[in-house]
């Protein structure tokens, strides 16, 4: 399926079907094409939280508008974006320098350039750190969306929850943004989706000032 | 192209063929097939300022730590995240919200609920503002570079540049977050491109608390 089918078939679908499963296996694929998303500086701030049992979907379901596709899709993935995923000593932020200096893209003399650039980018304010965990998680949700579509699968980006509910009930830190839920399944035999809204064009698209 | 291929085959380039233009009829393309991704409340909170002459990049590169990528690639997207792409007034949420009456998938009766729903979940704070921005412009920037891969382009997204200089030099309201440059064109003849990074695997990016 060549990309501009895939951008046009990936559609938000609202009824799931509730027998059949994703295997671990189409699950693991999904998200390893889509980890290969670009992010700043590789740091990748983006975690999830794969939600398959009825219980725990339950529970999600009460904090986002009672959604029937909550509970209906059989994987809903509760998308984090890591506020804190450009400092000194963050886990990620550390495999990755190891993984450059080891690939030979950056040199251990370059470690305070590579540190001081991340903060003056992304520390100046906290509108940057939740700017940069936002901008690089819409990046990789954008690619689970494609890559669901891609083998398959139906999707559904949610962002009707309430958001400091859900950081509660979940136990999520407080270095993570919740940008989004992904319910992930199969469309409903039976039902259609409804045709493709609206698109600004080109021209509504591009401005100047 | 199939989209795995795609994912794979998208890097983030750093030297622009100079000699080699992208038409006019190739960017809109590719910015249309883009067009089609997904939004909160399909808001489609961004916008692209396009530039293609010399001295609008130049200005730019010496606002972007004098990459010379800015000035070498044939068109350079300022990409715009709208913080206030949710309020009532707003000229797409009026369009969008016409183009839902029309299509039938609201109706008249549902505009208070539509209003309040986008302000309940967008407008709680400037941060849930400002994410509900970068976080939909993210999905719209990464449909960008997929579809520019398919269609034989290269890109690179860029954060190394001053936000708020940029923000001046380029008269950009207030309204808006710039949550990267895009530079876009083709890879410089005999350039090979580095291997790719390090990314985390399936069972780095699932995370429970």
Known sequence: ??????????????????QKEVSDTLLREMVEIAAKTPSS????????????????KGRLRKLAWDQPKVTEAPVVLIVLADKSGWKEGHATVEKNWKEMIAAGSMTAEQREWFLNAAKSLYGWSDDASLAFA????????????????SLGLSTHPMDGFDHEGVRKEFNIPDNYWVPLLLAVGYLKPGVEVNPPKWRK?????????
């Open 1 to 18: 399926m060549d990309f501009k089918t895939v951008a046009a078939k990936r559609r938000a679908v609202n009824f799931f079907d509730e």
């Open 41 to 56: 500086f590789n740091l990748q701030p983006w975690n999830l939280m794969v939600l398959k049992d009825a219980d725990a």
């Open 134 to 149: 936002a901008k690089n998680t819409g990046f990789f949700a954008m690619s689970l969306m494609y890559a669901a579509t």
């Open 201 to 209: 064009s080109y021209d509504e698209l591009v401005v100047s000032f």
